[in-house]
């Protein structure tokens, strides 16, 4: 690889092994994969023969697992070149044999038309779904286009899966740190010790970032913000 | 599920896998073919919200916007 991309999408790669292996896995390596000059696709088990990345098993030692783990990301630079930005990203939670069984997804999608940028999606049956009355929600059409590809004929999805929660946009969405505290606090996987320094290191990172991103979107509330806290605006 | 190996404290856990366009076209051509998808039915059903399957979304998430719309279409075009 060549350029910053390159070494800043590495060290993304290492981070993201470096919080698994130091929080809820043992020796997980991260494929880097640099499709362009413009992007690099990160995550387990990319390889020259498939893209579709892999379950890894979450589980420290020798224990059985209780379930699998797939992650993936694409990572470009934002607009001025300058910071690493990741443009999609999805954290897959399976069970089951051969983690086969989903039970919920994680998506990010950058610039997502149709629903939120950062959306979760669970597996799984819904009595409520299943009961939901038809034909009181077809109005939604007037706010789309001509050639708007969601169905609108007032009767919403009797499947759990077919919803995408909303879950935050490109500065406030869930993170791997946030997914990985999901499992250990739900009891779903077994963790190492320390793992919440690992965790809440990762989440300060992230979050720093997409402060000074913010700050960068939004410069003039920055400035009144810094003001009501006594910083004077710089000359 | 692939196989788990130790991390060397020398090592940073990243494998970078270099490939030509070429390769990454058959890599990508091979995971949809896995589904039985193309390309153009898997940016359909993204632009639908409604993928076949939860491995076909992970898909998407890797290789949306890396091939042309119509790479890999039934008909060949």
């Known amino acids: 690889m060549a350029g910053d991309l390159a070494r800043l999408a590495r060290e993304f790669a290492a981070q993201i092994a470096g919080l698994l292996n130091a929080t809820v896995c043992d020796g997980i390596r991260i494929s880097a994969v640099p499709v362009s000059p413009d992007l690099v696709l990160a995550g387990y088990g990319l390889s020259k023969q498939q893209l579709q990345h892999a379950p890894f098993a979450v589980t420290v030692g020798r224990r059985t697992p209780r379930c699998w783990l797939r992650v993936g990301y694409q990572l470009c630079l934002d607009g001025e070149g300058e910071y690493l930005t990741v443009a999609s990203s999805v954290f897959g939670v399976y069970a089951g044999a051969q983690a086969r069984q989903p039970l919920c997804r994680f998506d990010y999608e950058r610039g997502k038309a149709g629903y939120a940028e950062a959306h979760l999606q669970v597996y799984g049956v819904s009595e409520v779904l299943r009961a939901w009355p038809p034909g009181l929600s077809g109005d939604h059409d007037i706010d789309c286009g001509e050639h708007c590809p969601f169905v609108h004929d007032g009767t919403p999805t009797r499947e759990l899966e077919r919803l995408h929660f909303p879950a935050g946009d490109r500065r406030y969405r869930p993170i791997l740190e946030d997914v990985i505290e999901f499992l250990i606090i739900e009891q779903l996987a077994d963790r190492r010790d320390g793992w919440k320094a690992a965790v809440a290191q990762g989440r300060e990172t992230f979050r720093r970032h997409q402060l000074r991103a913010a700050i960068r979107d939004d410069p003039e509330t920055a400035h009144q913000a810094l003001s009501q806290l006594g910083h004077d605006r710089p000359a | ?77």
């Open chain 2, 1 to 77: 599920m692939a196989s788990r190996r130790q991390v060397s404290a020398a090592d940073d856990g990243v494998d970078v896998v270099e490939m030509t366009a070429d390769e990454y076209q058959a890599a990508a051509q091979r995971s949809l073919a896995g589904l039985g998808l193309t390309y153009a039915e898997l940016a359909w059903q993204a632009r639908a919200g409604q993928f076949a399957s939860a491995d076909a979304a992970d898909l998407w998430a890797l290789i949306r916007g890396t091939l042309p719309d119509g790479a890999g279409s039934r008909d060949g075009r």
